[in-house]
């Protein structure tokens, strides 16, 4: 079955607290059930990992390089804005796809949220659609994958 790697970066994991005028009032715990959902829905295994450290959200897409994984959907949170490390790690290697996702559209919010320096290393880029730009995100690896062979 294949595998993928669902990331969220800072603050994440606050869904349904932080700022619901922007995210929603849905939690973290209902955006991994859809996932799953989802997941089984298409037969994927959807790992899915969140984390306020830019560091382990780094080794962690590192070691997707050799634990069977075969997409990695993201959505980095701030870090999109600023890391360059976080993008060297998403560039390292060009064996699977990776879309970056945003619940948000952030081409329409605060000057500083329109660029994105973590974009240039995934395929593609799924904005303001919610929570569904997961499942969007998954779709697409899912198709990269079968179009690839």
């Known amino acids: 079955m294949r595998k993928i790697?669902?990331?969220?970066?800072?603050?994440?994991?606050?869904?349904?607290?932080?700022?619901?005028?922007?995210?929603?009032?849905?939690?973290?715990?209902s955006l991994i059930q859809e996932i799953h959902e989802h997941a089984a829905k298409i037969g994927v295994v959807a790992d899915c990992f969140q984390s306020n450290s830019e560091g382990a959200l780094i080794d962690r897409i590192?070691?997707?390089?050799?634990?069977?994984?075969?997409?990695?959907?993201?959505?980095?949170?701030a870090y999109t804005h600023y890391s360059y490390a976080l993008r060297d790690a998403l560039d390292s290697y060009h064996t699977f796809p990776k879309v970056e996702v945003h619940i948000s559209?952030?081409?329409?919010?605060?000057s500083f949220r329109n660029v994105s320096v973590t974009a240039e290393a995934c395929e593609k880029q799924i904005v303001g659609h919610g929570f569904k730009g997961y499942l969007e995100?998954?779709?697409?690896i899912v198709d990269s994958l079968e179009h690839s062979v």
């Open 137 to 140: 995100a998954m779709d697409f």
């Open 5 to 29: 790697l669902v990331m969220n970066g800072p603050n994440l994991n606050f869904l349904g607290i932080r700022d619901k005028e922007v995210y929603g009032t849905e939690s973290y715990d």
């Open 62 to 77: 590192q070691l997707a390089y050799y634990d069977g994984t075969e997409g990695i959907v993201i959505n980095p949170g």
């Open 105 to 110: 559209d952030i081409h329409a919010r605060e």
